[in-house]
């Protein structure tokens, strides 16, 4: 057998496809009429006594269980919270929870309520000066003392 080698140049150049006159200009007509024709559907709700009696229920869960769960907001305790308790009642809490006037000292409440000479008056009026020499030498150290 014989190998004989092809030559492009010897080869005819025609199309071996050929498309029939208008086809292009009929194409979009052609696809459409193969498209079916359905109208839109549009989803279906149907209201049963079953499905609204399940919504309620439903709804009532959530709104107790938010009652439930939010917790309860305290109102505003006034200008004095604290005018209705006695000093002695204060002063009993106070060591029962073993909290000293030191302690105290350290909070910006405590020491927002001394910035007036007068409180601060009050509260040394009924203290030992022995006591209150004794916590001055404590609170002043490598000072002169007192």
């Given at each position: 057998?014989?190998?004989?080698?092809?030559?492009?140049?010897?080869?005819?150049?025609?199309?071996?496809?050929?498309?029939?006159?208008?086809?292009?200009?009929?194409?979009?007509?052609?696809?459409?009429?193969?498209?079916?024709?359905?109208?839109v559907?549009?989803?279906?709700?149907?209201?049963?006594?079953?499905?609204?009696?399940?919504?309620?229920?439903?709804?009532?869960?959530?709104?107790?269980?938010?009652?439930?769960?939010?917790?309860?907001?305290?109102?505003?305790?006034?200008?004095?919270?604290?005018s209705?308790?006695?000093?002695?009642?204060?002063?009993?809490?106070?060591?029962?929870?073993?909290?000293?006037?030191?302690?105290?000292?350290?909070?910006?409440?405590?020491?927002?309520?001394?910035?007036?000479?007068?409180?601060?008056?009050?509260?040394?009026?009924?203290?030992?000066?022995?006591?209150l020499?004794?916590?001055?030498q404590?609170?002043?150290?490598?000072?002169?003392k007192?």
């Amino acid at each position: 057998m014989d190998k004989e080698r092809i030559r492009l140049d010897d080869l005819k150049r025609e199309v071996p496809f050929s498309v029939p006159e208008g086809y292009f200009d009929q194409l979009p007509q052609i696809i459409q009429s193969r498209i079916p024709l359905e109208p839109v559907r549009r989803p279906v709700i149907s209201w049963s006594w079953q499905r609204v009696t399940g919504l309620v229920a439903a709804m009532a869960l959530i709104l107790m269980l938010v009652w439930v769960t939010v917790p309860e907001r305290q109102g505003s305790l006034g200008q004095e919270p604290l005018s209705g308790v006695s000093n002695a009642s204060i002063i009993d809490y106070l060591e029962e929870e073993n909290i000293s006037y030191y302690d105290l000292s350290e909070h910006k409440v405590v020491q927002k309520a001394f910035d007036t000479d007068s409180t601060v008056l009050y509260y040394l009026d009924g203290m030992d000066d022995d006591v209150l020499r004794q916590q001055l030498q404590e609170s002043v150290s490598g000072s002169e003392k007192i």
